[in-house]
Nanobody, 125 residues
Framework: QVQLVESGGGLVQPGGSLRLSCAASGFTSDDYAIGWFRQAPGKEREGISCISSSDGVMYYLDSVKGRFTISRGNAENTVYLQMNSLKPEDTAVYYC??????????????????WGQGTQVTVSS
């Protein structure tokens, strides 16, 4: 059973940076994908980025391109989301997730079956 645990959220001023971590366990294969999503109050959950073992970084949400970077850490089964130049509109609960297929990246939450508990990111002065 895949388990995902996010960490690294918090309160940051506009223009600041945060790095989110997603510690993953329970994969039965070395070929797997992890996606990052976020959900702001009153809005639908949206895909931010996704990375797979075989294909690397697959996409970024347009509004975060050039500011956010997804990467795999040296530590086993850890995926990071480096967030720079944060804006108030980035305020949301951020989730990492694993797809039902295990290895296929997608921007759609409905394609993901395993989710972390989420970590709050608040960008405010």
């Amino acid at each position: 059973q895949v388990q995902l645990v996010e960490s690294g959220g918090g309160l940051v001023q506009p223009g600041g940076s945060l790095r989110l971590s997603c510690a993953a366990s329970g994969f039965t294969s070395d070929d797997y994908a992890i996606g990052w999503f976020r959900q702001a109050p009153g809005k639908e959950r949206e895909g931010i980025s996704c990375i797979s073992s075989s294909d690397g970084v697959m996409y970024y949400l347009d509004s975060v391109k050039g500011r956010f970077t997804i990467s795999r850490g040296n530590a086993e089964n850890t995926v990071y989301l480096q967030m720079n130049s944060l804006k108030p509109e980035d305020t949301a609960v951020y989730y990492c997730a694993a797809p039902y297929t295990g290895y296929y990246c997608s921007a759609y939450p409905s394609d993901f079956g395993s989710w972390g508990q989420g970590t709050q990111v608040t960008v405010s002065s």
